[in-house]
């Protein structure tokens, strides 16, 4: 990382560039709406909230002046961080939920993983390590505390294909065990990203060990960002994060507005 | 022969909707015994315990010995249509626009005569079969019908006025994902709804007997989640001006008492869905059932709310979810004097176990959805407010009105 090489004045170059639009900012949240999917567990399990919105008044005889709403949803709900104390790999890291971690974490660069051609055709489909190298054939090796965000264009489909629940469980593309593993340990990504509902795959509950996003990510103390959109609007590699959860105390996760930063060659 | 009613034309837009009156509903403390009886589909006067006598109209003392307060017994319903007469006009705002009227004057089998509305088949000197009917003021009315079913017979005009019959209305049916939903909406088109509009929440969830739903004559299934302030307003937005019976199958079934929990999310979710998605409803789509219940053949009529009989007597077993039936129950006296300025009936259906998955570990007797809505059309048929379907519910009941603390203990 830059150190005292980097100046004030290359921060005001930076805002400039966001003002000129030669740093385009691309938004990679969906809009929070109470129709937007959220998991579903078996339902002899707690449930996360969707989310809903009640006005308190607008302008009318409730408060003639302002518009405002009360809203409620889960701490998963809509585009949100994924803490590594949401799974039980995590529980015991410290600096783990989202109150604690240190704020330079929610600025990283991102690795664009492209599997959506692949995702188009099969929507079981799995990643690999062997897809991963394959990119970092053309792009690089994945360098380290980099987020590697998974290109499904999911996020495109409509919510019953978006959610794609079959009597067998939800059928979305998502990590096989092998890549995660892989991807923390040899190469200590900061986090890992999709345009799905988890981070892990539909069937990811049939894996083995099960749920290998949330169980390596998060036991290693990294972090999860799930439901993204608009990946196709970055490029494979040199886009910054920036994604700051709501500081919720001991919050295991959060709804949050991504962005990324992305400077066009 | 009762003229069969013919489905309405749609509704002339330059129109002004008419207000809806009351007739009037004034009675005694005594007399709302009737519509008590009115409210169950029950054929009940006072009978003197000391000596027999059937009473009527209403007294605080028997007028043959004097005995203080004789209760309401069921009563046989026959009798003779003695006289019978039509008013062509009154000073009474609701009649004068109903007229011309037909009353009569019947002797009961059971002793007194009393004066009553009469169906069009009745004609003087017939046997008749005697009823209690809740009219638009929510009061009992005694009203005449036939001895035996005449061909179109709910069709009758003054009938109708005291019914809510689905013929040629259009009903909501709120929740389709459900076992009930589904064989309400089913229940409610054969009984010869227009339109039967079906509620779907998170469509993008499937959910058994979806293709047999949408296959259902005359279903419409629209957008519905009663969790969602938004979705409910959303839907009245668009229809609520042509959905003349809301039938809420809203349900969220859960077992354990209330320590046997942890936490508050699952009741947040019963309260949401059943006791808010109540109030949802009621904000969204009552004040224009309220509006048009005097608007035509199809005018508004009903609101239908299903209720797990231990709304009246919390059942540990399923506690928290009982307190949540207590909460709707509550909630339902209260919209039902609501909707009372209006003349729609608000009609609360309660129920034991069902034969639904959430029930599954617990054994007979125990309610078919399709029987569940057989007495919803039925209810709405006969104009009553509160049906206890099933033996479980039937039996709750009685043990509540013999003693609410007993029961509790029982329970």
């Not at chain 1, 986090?191 to 509950?205: L, N, R, S, W, Y």
């Not at chain 2, 009989?309 to 077993?317: G, I, K, R, S, Y």
């Amino acid at each position: 990382m830059a150190g005292s090489d980097f100046s004030s004045a290359d921060l005001l170059a930076f805002a400039g560039a966001v003002a000129s639009g030669a740093v385009r900012v691309v938004d990679l949240t969906q809009t929070l709406a109470p129709e937007f999917p959220v998991i579903v567990l078996p339902p002899e399990f707690g449930q996360a909230a969707p989310f809903r919105v009640e006005e308190i008044s607008r302008y009318d005889e409730r408060g003639p002046g302002w518009y405002w709403n009360n809203f409620t949803m889960s701490e998963h709900t809509g585009t949100h961080f994924d803490a590594p104390i949401h799974w039980i790999t995590g529980r015991d890291l410290p600096d783990a939920s989202v109150d604690t971690i240190p704020p330079a974490n929610f600025v990283a660069p991102a690795c664009v993983i492209d599997v959506s051609r692949q995702c188009a055709e099969d929507a079981d489909f799995t990643l690999n390590v062997a897809h991963l190298l394959a990119w970092e054939k053309e792009h690089g090796e994945i360098p380290k505390r980099s987020w590697v965000l998974l290109r499904t264009d999911w996020s495109k489909l409509p919510g019953r294909a978006y959610a794609n629940m079959k009597e067998d469980g939800a059928h979305t593309p998502g990590p096989s065990p092998e890549a995660m593993k892989w991807l923390v340990e040899a190469r200590d990504v900061h986090g890992f990203g999709t345009e799905t509902i988890g981070t892990d795959h539909g069937q990811a509950f049939h894996f083995n060990p099960p749920h290998p996003a949330h169980r390596y990510i998060h036991g290693a103390g990294k972090y999860g960002l799930q439901c993204l959109c608009n990946l196709d609007q970055l490029p494979p590699k040199g886009a910054i994060i920036f994604s700051a959860p709501l500081k919720i105390r001991q919050g295991s996760g959060s709804p949050l507005r991504v962005l990324a930063l992305v400077a066009d060659e | 022969m009762t003229e069969p009613l013919v489905r309405p034309k749609r509704k002339d837009p330059l129109k002004r909707t008419r207000l809806p009156l009351s007739p009037p509903g004034a009675r005694s403390r005594t007399a709302l015994g009737l519509a008590t009886a009115a409210a169950q589909g029950r054929f009940m006067l006072q009978v003197c315990q000391d000596c027999a006598k059937t009473i009527y109209p209403p007294r605080d003392a028997c007028p043959g010995c004097f005995a203080p307060a004789p209760p309401f017994c069921d009563v046989p319903d026959g009798g003779v249509l003695l006289a019978v007469t039509t008013i062509r006009t009154s000073t009474d705002a609701y009649y004068r626009e109903r007229m011309p009227w037909r009353v009569g004057t019947v002797r009961l089998d059971c002793g007194p005569s009393v004066v009553a509305h009469v169906h069009g088949d009745c004609a003087e000197g017939d046997r008749v079969a005697m009823s209690l009917k809740l009219d638009r003021s929510g009061q009992a009315a005694a009203f005449a019908l036939p001895a035996r079913e005449t061909p179109d017979m709910a069709d009758d005009k003054q009938l109708r006025e005291m019914t809510c019959d689905p013929k040629f209305r259009r009903a909501l049916v709120t929740d389709g994902r459900t076992a009930v939903g589904q064989a309400c909406a089913k229940a409610l088109s054969e009984a010869g709804c227009t339109i039967v509009f079906v509620g779907i929440a998170d469509a993008w969830k499937p959910f058994p007997g979806e293709e047999a739903l949408r296959k259902t004559a005359n279903v419409e299934i629209v957008p519905l989640d009663l969790t969602n302030s938004e979705s409910v307003g959303d839907l009245a937005a668009d229809i609520g001006g042509r959905v003349d019976i809301v039938v809420n199958t809203a349900e969220h079934v859960r077992p354990g008492g209330i320590m046997a929990r942890k936490g508050l999310v699952v009741a947040r979710e019963e309260m949401d869905v059943r006791y808010f998605g109540l109030m949802r409803l009621a904000q969204a789509f009552g004040p224009a059932l309220r509006f048009r219940g005097a608007d035509g053949v199809n005018s508004a009529a009903a609101f239908v709310n299903f209720l797990f009989v231990h709304a009246l007597a919390n059942w540990p077993e399923f506690g928290a979810y009982s307190a949540t039936e207590a909460a709707c129950l509550s909630a339902s006296h209260s919209l039902r004097a609501e909707l009372r300025p209006g003349g729609v009936k608000f009609i609360n259906i309660f129920h034991g176990p069902l034969e639904t998955e959430w029930f599954q570990p617990l054994p007979p007797p125990k309610v078919a959805p399709s029987a569940l809505a057989r007495s919803a059309v039925d209810a709405l048929k006969r104009g009553l407010e509160d049906v206890f379907v099933g033996d479980i519910a039937q039996d709750i009941r009685e043990r509540f009105l013999a003693d609410p603390k007993t029961l509790e203990r029982e329970l």
